[in-house]
T-cell receptor, first 114, second 114 residues
Framework: AQTVTQSQPEMSVQEAETVTLSCTYD???????LFWYKQPPSRQMILVIR??????QNATENRFSVNFQKAAKSFSLKISDSQLGDAAMYFCAYRGSGNTPLVFGKGTRLSVIA | DVKVTQSSRYLVKRTGEKVFLECVQD?????MFWYRQDPGLGLRLIYFSYDVKMKEKGDIPEGYSVSREKKERFSLILESASTNQTSMYLC?????????????FGPGTRLTVT
């Protein structure tokens, strides 16, 4: 079974600085998707960024980018120019080929210090 | 915009009560999911459904059942609530038509069983 590991339960970053959240996963499949979701305090979980495994280019969404290392099975999230609104729980998730449920990591709580 | 709504944000029930958590999505999604979220454990899949009247067990189905009589509605049922079912419950939906099958989440129901 696939597993997703987020080794950093909590992290903090100074406002305007850059922070990287780690995620590793275990799979024997070659075709899959990876996601980062954000859950602000008392608010709805939303998708931050997605990466298709067949794409070598790392996904980018504004201040959010990923470092996808397929051979190492690593999928880290980089947040540049951190803002107070970035404070949230961040979940890494994996989906294999076909219509299968997501597998989530346990999350990383990010604090942003003004 | 995809909208996933859940019937209650907060719910307090007594041990032994039958509890219904309702989820409705407005995007004609085939797939619907129920998760529970606990600190340090991340999101754990309880049940999911790929179509009306279909259901599949997730990782932690014990003590729960589900119902999907209409495509837009997916109900989670706690037949006899217990204190260890105190948790945040998240509903999600996704298209089953291919692509990344990105999941869209509801705001969550925080259930307390006393």
């Amino acid at each position: 079974a696939q597993t997703v590991t987020q080794s950093q339960p909590e992290m903090s970053v100074q406002e305007a600085e850059t922070v990287t959240l780690s995620c590793t996963y275990d799979t024997s499949e070659s075709d899959y998707y990876l996601f980062w979701y954000k859950q602000p305090p008392s608010r709805q979980m939303i998708l931050v960024i997605r990466q298709e495994a067949y794409k070598q280019q790392n996904a980018t969404e504004n201040r959010f980018s990923v470092n996808f290392q397929k051979a190492a099975k690593s999928f880290s999230l980089k947040i540049s120019d951190s803002q107070l609104g970035d404070a949230a729980m961040y979940f890494c998730a994996y989906r294999g080929s076909g219509n299968t449920p997501l597998v989530f990591g346990k999350g990383t709580r990010l604090s942003v210090i003004a | 915009d995809v909208k996933v709504t859940q019937s209650s944000r907060y719910l307090v029930k007594r041990t032994g009560e039958k509890v219904f958590l309702e989820c409705v999505q407005d995007m004609d999604h085939e797939n619907m999911f129920w998760y529970r979220q606990d600190p340090g454990l991340g999101l754990r899949l309880i049940y999911f459904s790929y179509d009306v009247k279909m259901k599949e067990k997730g990782d932690i189905p014990e003590g729960y059942s589900v119902s999907r009589e209409k495509k837009e509605r997916f109900s989670l049922i706690l037949e006899s609530a217990s204190t260890n079912q105190t948790s945040m419950y998240l509903c999600a939906s996704s298209s089953g038509a291919g692509g990344s099958y990105e999941q869209y989440f509801g705001p969550g129901t925080r259930l307390t069983v006393t």
